[in-house]
């Protein structure tokens, strides 16, 4: 069965410094992986999605993630935190061609320091 | 565009009491999730409806936990009785279903059960 692991459950930046959220992903097939943020008492957005096209995804708010199959690394990144990007983020896999069914990570919170 | 909405937000009941939960989907999406997220974890599908049909229902706790979605819209989630580890909140989300590389889930901004 496809699944996710985020390495850390609290990150913590600086304003301004380099944001890197981990995400390993399992799967026999291959996968479509998601990464999805959180703010406070609302439900998730998405953030960006990589369905096997380029390996590098943009999202919004200036986030970007790379898939590396090697690795089964799907690490979620920003070059400079803003206050605005403290909230929990989930990484999610689904596998293509199955019966949709999205497994969610147990999620990151970062904190951003000012 | 209208997003997901949920109702109610929040929502405070003793054990053994019956709740209810609503959610409008996306004008258009024909799939319509409920999820179970517990403080601190990652939501847990319970129910995956594609139109009106539950295609996925293997995580619902069928003894207590029941769901509906009458004419492939609108959808409610039942527990009866709620215990006091079904405090939690509830997600619902829709997409419009189809391939996959189109399943991105529109989630609602949950409702918030506290069973004391």
């Known amino acids: 069965a496809q699944s996710v692991t985020q390495l850390g459950s609290h990150v913590s930046v600086s304003e301004g410094a380099l944001v890197l959220l981990r995400c390993n992903y399992s799967?026999?097939?291959?996968?479509?992986l998601f990464w999805y943020v959180q703010y406070p008492n609302q439900g998730l957005q998405l953030l960006l999605k990589y369905t096997s096209a380029a390996t590098l995804v943009k999202g919004i708010n200036g986030f970007e993630a790379e898939f590396k199959k090697s690795e089964t690394s799907f690490h979620l990144t920003k070059p400079s935190a803003h206050m605005s990007d403290a909230a929990e983020y989930f990484c999610?896999?689904?596998?293509?061609?199955?019966?949709?069914?999205?497994?969610f990570g147990t999620g990151t919170k970062l904190q951003v320091i000012p | 565009e209208a997003g997901v909405v949920q109702s109610p937000r929040y929502k405070i009941i003793e054990k053994k009491q019956p709740v209810a939960f609503w959610c409008n989907p996306i004008?258009?999406?024909?799939?319509l999730y409920w999820y179970l997220q517990n403080l601190g974890q990652g939501p847990e599908l319970l129910i995956r409806y594609e139109n009106e049909e539950a295609v996925d229902d293997s995580q619902l706790p069928k003894d207590r936990f029941s769901a509906e979605r009458l004419k492939g819209v609108d959808s409610t989630l039942k527990i009866q009785p709620a215990e006091l580890g079904d405090s939690a909140v509830y997600l619902c989300?829709?997409?419009?279903?189809?391939?996959?590389?189109?399943?991105?889930?529109?989630f609602g901004p949950g409702t918030r059960l506290t069973v004391l």
């Open positions: 799967s026999s097939v291959p996968p479509y």
């Open positions: 999610a896999v689904l596998v293509s061609g199955g019966y949709q069914k999205v497994t």
């Open positions: 004008s258009g999406h024909n799939t």
């Open positions: 989300a829709s997409s419009l279903g189809g391939l996959a590389g189109r399943n991105e889930q529109f």
